[in-house]
Protein backbone atom coordinates (compact mmCIF):
# COMPACT_ATOMS: atom_id res chain seq x y z
CA UNK A 1 0.00 0.00 0.00
CA UNK A 2 1.96 3.24 -0.83
CA UNK A 3 1.10 6.48 0.61
CA UNK A 4 -0.40 7.62 -2.96
CA UNK A 5 -2.53 4.44 -3.24
CA UNK A 6 -3.38 5.34 0.57
CA UNK A 7 -4.25 8.65 0.15
CA UNK A 8 -6.01 8.32 -2.63
CA UNK A 9 -8.51 5.21 -0.94
CA UNK A 10 -9.29 7.04 2.27
CA UNK A 11 -9.22 10.74 1.19
CA UNK A 12 -10.87 11.00 -1.98
CA UNK A 13 -14.34 10.92 -0.23
CA UNK A 14 -13.45 13.68 2.37
CA UNK A 15 -12.91 16.15 -0.43
CA UNK A 16 -15.84 14.93 -2.84
CA UNK A 17 -18.24 14.97 -0.21
CA UNK A 18 -16.91 18.09 1.60
CA UNK A 19 -17.23 20.10 -1.74
CA UNK A 20 -21.26 19.07 -2.18
CA UNK A 21 -21.96 19.95 1.75
CA UNK A 22 -20.96 23.31 1.10
CA UNK A 23 -22.56 23.78 -2.26
CA UNK A 24 -25.71 22.67 -0.76
CA UNK A 25 -25.61 24.64 2.36
CA UNK A 26 -25.13 27.66 -0.26
CA UNK A 27 -28.45 26.76 -1.47
CA UNK A 28 -29.87 27.29 1.83
CA UNK A 29 -27.98 30.43 2.40
CA UNK A 30 -29.19 32.13 -0.87
CA UNK A 31 -33.06 30.61 -0.75
CA UNK A 32 -34.09 30.58 2.75
CA UNK A 33 -34.05 34.08 3.72
CA UNK A 34 -36.05 34.93 0.67
CA UNK A 35 -38.79 31.88 1.29
CA UNK A 36 -38.74 32.93 4.77
CA UNK A 37 -40.00 36.56 4.04
CA UNK A 38 -42.38 35.18 1.84
CA UNK A 39 -43.73 33.08 4.06
CA UNK A 40 -44.01 35.63 6.63
CA UNK A 41 -45.09 38.16 4.38
CA UNK A 42 -42.24 40.65 4.85
CA UNK A 43 -41.19 42.83 2.15
CA UNK A 44 -38.17 41.55 0.43
CA UNK A 45 -35.90 45.11 0.33
CA UNK A 46 -36.01 44.80 4.45
CA UNK A 47 -33.65 43.19 6.97
CA UNK A 48 -34.09 41.76 9.79
CA UNK A 49 -31.65 39.67 12.30
CA UNK A 50 -33.91 36.66 12.23
CA UNK A 51 -33.78 36.94 8.25
CA UNK A 52 -30.23 36.79 7.85
CA UNK A 53 -28.79 33.92 5.61
CA UNK A 54 -25.59 33.06 7.44
CA UNK A 55 -27.88 32.98 10.66
CA UNK A 56 -30.18 30.51 9.31
CA UNK A 57 -27.65 28.48 7.93
CA UNK A 58 -26.39 27.75 11.40
CA UNK A 59 -29.71 27.28 12.83
CA UNK A 60 -30.40 24.65 9.31
CA UNK A 61 -27.07 22.84 10.54
CA UNK A 62 -28.23 22.72 14.21
CA UNK A 63 -31.59 21.78 14.30
CA UNK A 64 -31.20 19.71 11.10
CA UNK A 65 -28.42 18.27 9.96
CA UNK A 66 -26.73 17.41 13.12
CA UNK A 67 -29.47 15.39 14.52
CA UNK A 68 -29.81 13.29 11.04
CA UNK A 69 -25.95 12.83 11.01
CA UNK A 70 -25.92 11.49 14.52
CA UNK A 71 -26.75 8.12 14.10
CA UNK A 72 -24.58 5.17 13.60
CA UNK A 73 -26.45 3.66 10.25
CA UNK A 74 -27.10 5.02 7.12
CA UNK A 75 -29.89 2.91 6.39
CA UNK A 76 -32.85 5.31 7.93
CA UNK A 77 -31.59 8.39 5.48
CA UNK A 78 -32.93 6.06 2.56
CA UNK A 79 -36.97 7.72 3.72
CA UNK A 80 -35.03 11.36 3.65
CA UNK A 81 -33.35 10.56 0.29
CA UNK A 82 -36.17 9.67 -1.65
CA UNK A 83 -38.32 12.43 -0.23
CA UNK A 84 -35.54 14.86 -1.28
CA UNK A 85 -35.75 12.76 -5.13
CA UNK A 86 -39.76 13.51 -4.83
CA UNK A 87 -38.74 17.18 -4.36
CA UNK A 88 -36.43 17.63 -7.50
CA UNK A 89 -38.86 15.88 -9.62
CA UNK A 90 -41.57 17.96 -8.84
CA UNK A 91 -38.73 21.44 -9.25
CA UNK A 92 -38.34 20.45 -12.66
CA UNK A 93 -41.77 20.00 -13.35
CA UNK A 94 -42.46 23.29 -11.99
CA UNK A 95 -39.33 24.66 -14.18
CA UNK A 96 -41.22 23.15 -17.09
CA UNK A 97 -44.56 24.53 -16.45
CA UNK A 98 -42.62 28.54 -15.80
CA UNK A 99 -40.92 28.56 -18.95
CA UNK A 100 -44.45 28.41 -20.76
CA UNK A 101 -45.98 30.99 -18.28
CA UNK A 102 -43.26 33.76 -17.55
CA UNK A 103 -42.59 36.44 -20.26
CA UNK A 104 -40.02 37.40 -22.42
CA UNK A 105 -38.74 40.24 -21.99
CA UNK A 106 -39.18 40.15 -18.34
CA UNK A 107 -38.60 43.51 -17.68
CA UNK A 108 -42.16 45.58 -17.98
CA UNK A 109 -43.51 42.92 -15.93
CA UNK A 110 -40.63 42.81 -12.90
CA UNK A 111 -41.99 43.47 -9.23
CA UNK A 112 -41.55 46.90 -7.22
CA UNK A 113 -38.89 45.31 -5.95
CA UNK A 114 -36.97 45.61 -8.69
CA UNK A 115 -37.80 49.04 -9.31
CA UNK A 116 -36.29 50.04 -5.95
CA UNK A 117 -33.56 48.23 -6.19
CA UNK A 118 -32.32 49.59 -9.71
CA UNK A 119 -33.71 53.17 -8.85
CA UNK A 120 -31.62 53.21 -5.87
CA UNK A 121 -29.81 56.40 -6.84
CA UNK A 122 -31.53 57.76 -9.90
CA UNK A 123 -29.62 60.66 -9.55
CA UNK A 124 -26.07 59.80 -11.22
CA UNK A 125 -28.21 58.71 -14.32
CA UNK A 126 -31.08 61.15 -14.58
CA UNK A 127 -34.02 59.00 -15.33
CA UNK A 128 -37.12 60.46 -14.62
CA UNK A 129 -39.33 57.56 -13.92
CA UNK A 130 -40.65 54.18 -14.34
CA UNK A 131 -42.83 54.82 -16.89
CA UNK A 132 -40.38 57.06 -19.36
CA UNK A 133 -38.14 54.28 -18.70
CA UNK A 134 -40.22 51.51 -20.54
CA UNK A 135 -42.19 53.92 -22.86
CA UNK A 136 -38.91 54.82 -24.71
CA UNK A 137 -37.28 50.88 -24.60
CA UNK A 138 -40.22 48.49 -24.85
CA UNK A 139 -43.17 50.95 -26.48
CA UNK A 140 -44.71 50.36 -23.19
CA UNK A 141 -47.58 52.78 -22.38
CA UNK A 142 -50.10 49.78 -21.92
CA UNK A 143 -48.37 48.36 -19.75
CA UNK A 144 -49.99 48.15 -15.89
CA UNK A 145 -46.71 50.40 -14.65
CA UNK A 146 -46.12 50.61 -10.61
CA UNK A 147 -46.71 53.87 -9.29
CA UNK A 148 -43.98 54.54 -7.31
CA UNK A 149 -42.27 57.19 -5.24
CA UNK A 150 -38.58 56.16 -6.22
CA UNK A 151 -37.42 60.22 -5.13
CA UNK A 152 -35.99 58.11 -2.03
CA UNK A 153 -35.81 54.81 -3.45
CA UNK A 154 -33.59 52.17 -1.30
CA UNK A 155 -33.36 48.65 -1.03
CA UNK A 156 -31.29 46.15 -0.13
CA UNK A 157 -31.49 42.32 -1.77
CA UNK A 158 -29.60 38.82 -0.79
CA UNK A 159 -26.29 39.24 -3.71
CA UNK A 160 -27.88 36.80 -5.97
CA UNK A 161 -31.10 38.38 -6.46
CA UNK A 162 -29.18 41.82 -6.96
CA UNK A 163 -27.07 39.93 -9.15
CA UNK A 164 -29.71 38.75 -11.29
CA UNK A 165 -31.79 41.81 -11.23
CA UNK A 166 -28.79 43.26 -12.71
CA UNK A 167 -28.69 41.17 -15.45
CA UNK A 168 -32.22 41.93 -16.56
CA UNK A 169 -31.83 45.44 -18.64
CA UNK A 170 -29.95 44.04 -20.45
CA UNK A 171 -31.87 40.44 -21.62
CA UNK A 172 -32.64 38.98 -25.07
CA UNK A 173 -35.20 36.97 -25.82
CA UNK A 174 -33.15 34.96 -28.51
CA UNK A 175 -31.18 31.89 -26.76
CA UNK A 176 -27.77 31.26 -27.91
CA UNK A 177 -26.65 27.72 -29.08
CA UNK A 178 -23.41 29.12 -28.38
CA UNK A 179 -21.96 31.97 -26.13
CA UNK A 180 -18.38 32.45 -25.32
CA UNK A 181 -17.14 34.82 -22.68
CA UNK A 182 -15.23 34.76 -19.14
CA UNK A 183 -18.00 33.25 -17.42
CA UNK A 184 -18.12 30.46 -19.58
CA UNK A 185 -15.09 28.84 -17.77
CA UNK A 186 -17.97 27.68 -14.96
CA UNK A 187 -19.84 26.01 -16.97
CA UNK A 188 -18.00 22.37 -17.96
CA UNK A 189 -16.54 22.45 -14.01
CA UNK A 190 -19.33 23.08 -12.87
CA UNK A 191 -21.27 20.26 -14.66
CA UNK A 192 -18.61 17.80 -13.61
CA UNK A 193 -19.13 19.02 -10.56
CA UNK A 194 -22.93 18.11 -10.28
CA UNK A 195 -22.09 14.49 -11.85
CA UNK A 196 -19.01 14.05 -8.89
CA UNK A 197 -22.09 13.59 -6.41
CA UNK A 198 -22.58 10.48 -8.10
CA UNK A 199 -19.69 9.11 -7.26
CA UNK A 200 -21.21 9.39 -3.26
CA UNK A 201 -22.92 6.39 -4.44
CA UNK A 202 -20.14 3.84 -4.01
CA UNK A 203 -19.48 4.79 -0.39
CA UNK A 204 -23.21 4.98 0.58
CA UNK A 205 -24.01 1.86 -1.37
CA UNK A 206 -21.05 0.16 0.60
CA UNK A 207 -22.82 0.97 4.20
CA UNK A 208 -26.07 -1.09 2.84
CA UNK A 209 -26.78 -4.47 4.35
CA UNK A 210 -28.41 -5.61 1.75
CA UNK A 211 -25.79 -5.42 -1.44
CA UNK A 212 -27.71 -7.14 -3.96
CA UNK A 213 -27.94 -6.48 -7.46
CA UNK A 214 -31.60 -5.29 -6.39
CA UNK A 215 -30.04 -2.38 -4.91
CA UNK A 216 -27.31 -1.93 -7.79
CA UNK A 217 -30.73 -1.53 -10.25
CA UNK A 218 -31.83 0.87 -7.97
CA UNK A 219 -28.84 3.00 -7.87
CA UNK A 220 -29.00 2.86 -11.71
CA UNK A 221 -32.04 3.73 -12.04
CA UNK A 222 -31.87 6.73 -9.30
CA UNK A 223 -28.76 8.11 -11.06
CA UNK A 224 -30.51 8.34 -14.88
CA UNK A 225 -33.56 10.03 -13.25
CA UNK A 226 -31.28 12.58 -11.90
CA UNK A 227 -29.68 12.82 -15.14
CA UNK A 228 -32.75 13.66 -17.06
CA UNK A 229 -33.91 16.09 -14.03
CA UNK A 230 -30.46 18.25 -14.71
CA UNK A 231 -30.76 17.71 -18.72
CA UNK A 232 -34.47 19.14 -18.10
CA UNK A 233 -34.17 21.84 -15.09
CA UNK A 234 -31.09 23.67 -17.05
CA UNK A 235 -32.33 23.47 -20.80
CA UNK A 236 -35.82 25.05 -19.17
CA UNK A 237 -34.51 27.04 -17.05
CA UNK A 238 -32.07 29.00 -19.97
CA UNK A 239 -34.77 29.39 -22.42
CA UNK A 240 -36.77 30.90 -19.84
CA UNK A 241 -34.18 33.38 -18.50
CA UNK A 242 -31.52 33.29 -21.65
CA UNK A 243 -28.72 35.51 -21.05
CA UNK A 244 -29.90 36.57 -18.14
CA UNK A 245 -30.19 33.38 -16.28
CA UNK A 246 -28.01 33.45 -13.37
CA UNK A 247 -26.23 30.77 -10.67
CA UNK A 248 -28.84 30.09 -8.72
CA UNK A 249 -31.85 29.07 -10.81
CA UNK A 250 -34.74 29.14 -8.49
CA UNK A 251 -33.14 32.62 -7.00
CA UNK A 252 -34.47 34.07 -10.80
CA UNK A 253 -38.15 32.41 -9.74
CA UNK A 254 -37.95 34.00 -6.62
CA UNK A 255 -36.28 37.67 -8.48
CA UNK A 256 -39.74 37.74 -10.72
CA UNK A 257 -42.46 36.78 -8.69
CA UNK A 258 -42.09 36.36 -4.67
CA UNK A 259 -45.06 35.23 -3.99
CA UNK A 260 -46.15 32.88 -6.77
CA UNK A 261 -47.36 29.48 -4.98
CA UNK A 262 -45.94 27.49 -7.10
CA UNK A 263 -43.14 29.01 -7.19
CA UNK A 264 -42.75 29.39 -4.00
CA UNK A 265 -43.21 25.36 -3.46
CA UNK A 266 -41.09 24.55 -5.43
CA UNK A 267 -38.33 26.60 -3.95
CA UNK A 268 -39.54 24.70 -0.58
CA UNK A 269 -39.09 21.60 -1.95
CA UNK A 270 -35.29 22.55 -3.35
CA UNK A 271 -34.59 23.52 0.27
CA UNK A 272 -36.20 20.21 1.64
CA UNK A 273 -33.72 18.42 -0.71
CA UNK A 274 -30.74 19.79 -0.19
CA UNK A 275 -31.16 20.02 3.45
CA UNK A 276 -32.38 16.38 3.66
CA UNK A 277 -29.30 14.93 1.28
CA UNK A 278 -26.31 17.01 3.30
CA UNK A 279 -26.54 13.97 6.30
CA UNK A 280 -26.54 11.38 3.22
CA UNK A 281 -23.42 13.08 1.94
CA UNK A 282 -21.82 13.66 5.38
CA UNK A 283 -21.50 9.64 5.74
CA UNK A 284 -18.92 9.08 3.73
CA UNK A 285 -16.87 12.48 4.55
CA UNK A 286 -16.73 11.28 7.91
CA UNK A 287 -16.25 7.58 7.44
CA UNK A 288 -12.70 8.40 4.83
CA UNK A 289 -11.17 10.41 7.74
CA UNK A 290 -12.41 7.83 10.44
CA UNK A 291 -10.72 5.71 8.81
CA UNK A 292 -7.81 7.31 7.38
CA UNK A 293 -7.15 8.53 11.07
CA UNK A 294 -7.81 5.32 13.39
CA UNK A 295 -8.65 2.42 10.98
CA UNK A 296 -11.43 0.53 10.02
CA UNK A 297 -12.38 -1.09 13.11
CA UNK A 298 -13.83 2.37 14.61
CA UNK A 299 -16.66 2.22 12.32
CA UNK A 300 -20.00 1.44 14.04
CA UNK A 301 -20.04 -2.05 15.11
CA UNK A 302 -16.51 -2.56 15.70
CA UNK A 303 -14.69 -3.16 18.74
CA UNK A 304 -12.68 -0.10 19.08
CA UNK A 305 -15.86 2.11 17.88
CA UNK A 306 -16.06 5.14 19.83
CA UNK A 307 -19.01 7.41 20.13
CA UNK A 308 -17.05 10.58 20.85
CA UNK A 309 -14.88 9.68 17.82
CA UNK A 310 -17.71 9.58 15.75
CA UNK A 311 -19.77 12.82 17.14
CA UNK A 312 -16.54 15.02 17.68
CA UNK A 313 -15.46 13.72 14.07
CA UNK A 314 -19.46 15.41 12.68
CA UNK A 315 -18.59 18.21 14.58
CA UNK A 316 -15.66 19.07 12.75
CA UNK A 317 -16.67 18.60 9.36
CA UNK A 318 -19.85 20.56 9.71
CA UNK A 319 -18.01 23.31 11.52
CA UNK A 320 -15.94 23.23 8.41
CA UNK A 321 -18.32 23.13 5.75
CA UNK A 322 -20.31 26.16 8.11
CA UNK A 323 -17.14 28.58 7.78
CA UNK A 324 -16.82 27.91 4.17
CA UNK A 325 -20.49 28.63 3.50
CA UNK A 326 -20.39 31.71 5.61
CA UNK A 327 -17.01 33.16 3.63
CA UNK A 328 -16.97 32.07 0.40
CA UNK A 329 -19.21 34.65 -1.57
CA UNK A 330 -20.69 33.12 -4.30
CA UNK A 331 -21.69 29.52 -4.92
CA UNK A 332 -20.40 29.84 -8.62
CA UNK A 333 -16.71 29.96 -7.46
CA UNK A 334 -17.17 26.52 -5.16
CA UNK A 335 -19.38 25.04 -7.83
CA UNK A 336 -16.33 26.08 -10.90
CA UNK A 337 -13.49 25.36 -8.78
CA UNK A 338 -14.53 22.25 -7.11
CA UNK A 339 -15.57 21.41 -10.80
CA UNK A 340 -11.89 22.04 -11.97
CA UNK A 341 -10.02 20.53 -9.43
CA UNK A 342 -11.45 17.71 -7.08
CA UNK A 343 -14.40 16.68 -9.86
CA UNK A 344 -11.95 16.66 -12.45
CA UNK A 345 -9.21 14.52 -10.72
CA UNK A 346 -12.43 12.69 -9.65
CA UNK A 347 -14.60 11.95 -12.62
CA UNK A 348 -12.07 12.08 -15.53
CA UNK A 349 -8.89 11.43 -14.18
CA UNK A 350 -8.56 8.66 -11.41
CA UNK A 351 -10.92 6.47 -13.23
CA UNK A 352 -8.88 6.56 -16.60
CA UNK A 353 -5.93 6.31 -14.71
CA UNK A 354 -6.79 3.48 -13.18
CA UNK A 355 -8.11 1.48 -15.97
CA UNK A 356 -4.68 2.24 -17.51
CA UNK A 357 -2.77 0.95 -14.40
CA UNK A 358 -5.18 -2.20 -13.96
CA UNK A 359 -5.30 -2.87 -17.84
CA UNK A 360 -2.54 -6.02 -18.77
CA UNK A 361 -2.80 -5.50 -22.91
CA UNK A 362 0.27 -2.71 -22.49
CA UNK A 363 -0.15 -1.72 -26.39
CA UNK A 364 -4.09 -1.96 -26.32
CA UNK A 365 -5.60 1.03 -28.05
CA UNK A 366 -8.09 1.05 -24.72
CA UNK A 367 -4.95 1.60 -22.89
CA UNK A 368 -3.65 4.47 -24.82
CA UNK A 369 -6.83 6.35 -25.09
CA UNK A 370 -6.98 6.08 -21.30
CA UNK A 371 -3.62 7.52 -20.69
CA UNK A 372 -5.02 10.52 -23.57
CA UNK A 373 -7.92 11.18 -21.43
CA UNK A 374 -5.58 11.40 -18.43
CA UNK A 375 -3.62 14.06 -19.89
CA UNK A 376 -6.49 16.01 -21.20
CA UNK A 377 -8.25 15.81 -17.94
CA UNK A 378 -5.29 17.21 -16.19
CA UNK A 379 -5.03 19.82 -18.62
CA UNK A 380 -8.90 21.09 -18.58
CA UNK A 381 -8.14 21.58 -14.65
CA UNK A 382 -5.13 23.13 -15.19
CA UNK A 383 -6.92 25.28 -17.56
CA UNK A 384 -9.93 26.24 -15.83
CA UNK A 385 -8.21 27.03 -12.69
CA UNK A 386 -6.24 29.45 -14.31
CA UNK A 387 -9.05 31.14 -16.00
CA UNK A 388 -11.29 31.17 -12.59
CA UNK A 389 -8.18 32.94 -11.36
CA UNK A 390 -7.93 35.26 -13.74
CA UNK A 391 -11.95 35.86 -13.93
CA UNK A 392 -11.32 36.71 -10.18
CA UNK A 393 -8.25 39.48 -10.52
CA UNK A 394 -10.32 40.55 -13.87
CA UNK A 395 -11.04 44.23 -12.35
CA UNK A 396 -14.46 44.91 -13.96
CA UNK A 397 -16.03 48.24 -14.14
CA UNK A 398 -18.80 48.92 -11.35
CA UNK A 399 -21.68 50.61 -12.86
CA UNK A 400 -24.46 51.33 -10.32
CA UNK A 401 -27.97 49.79 -11.04
CA UNK A 402 -29.38 53.18 -12.73
CA UNK A 403 -26.55 54.03 -14.74
CA UNK A 404 -27.13 50.09 -16.55
CA UNK A 405 -30.66 50.73 -17.14
CA UNK A 406 -29.06 54.01 -19.01
CA UNK A 407 -27.30 51.72 -20.49
CA UNK A 408 -29.09 49.57 -22.04
CA UNK A 409 -31.52 52.31 -23.75
CA UNK A 410 -28.52 52.79 -25.97
Keep these: MTITRFLTA???????????????????????????K????????????FTSPDLLVVLVVIFVVIPLSSAKDINFLGYTSGF???CMIFCAITIVSQYTQLPCPLEPYMPDEYWQFMFNDNSSCALDNITSYLSEKHKAQFFELPELDLSDSKCELEQPIADFYLKIPSQSCEPELVSFSLASVYAIPTMVFAFQCHASVLPIYAELKQDSSRMRSAATVALSIVFVMYLVASCFGYLTFTNATGSELFVMYSGFSMNDPLTLLGRILVLCCVILSAPVLHFPCRKAIIVGIWGSEALPGCPKFSMTKWLSTMICILLSVIVMVLYVPNIKDVFGLGGATVATLLMIVMPSGLHYKLSKKSGALMKRTNLLVVFLGLAFGVFSVALIIKDWLTDYPELNSCQILKNSLS
Design 84 to 86: AML
Design 10 to 36: RFKPLFDTFGCLVGFLMVVKYELPSVV
Design 38 to 49: ALIGIDRCDSYW
